[in-house]
């Protein structure tokens, strides 16, 4: 059972396609499962913290110039 983050965000050009999320955060180290909500604007990140840490996924999605909003700890 691995712990997941979750990222809202606000952005027009990630509300029409997930390819941003799938194509770089979901191949970063440690990252385990990935769902994105397109209407909800909410990224789940499933993550193994022994290889990864909420900093450094917070700093990938950072890095797609998305703004994020909140990161929460279901």
Do not use: M
């Not at 059972?1 to 191949?27: M, Q």
């Not at 993550?47 to 703004?67: F, G, H, M, R």
Request: aromatic fraction near 6%; charged fraction near 25%.
């Amino acid at each position: 059972n691995h712990p997941t983050i979750l990222g809202r965000y606000l952005n027009s050009i990630v509300k029409t396609s997930t390819r941003p999320w799938n194509e770089n955060i979901a191949f970063e180290k440690g990252v385990k499962g990935l769902e994105v909500s397109l209407e909800k604007q909410i990224v789940a990140v499933k993550y193994d913290p022994a290889k990864t840490s909420v900093e450094t996924l917070k700093n990938a999605i950072q890095k797609l110039n998305v703004p994020v909003k909140s990161i929460e700890y279901p």
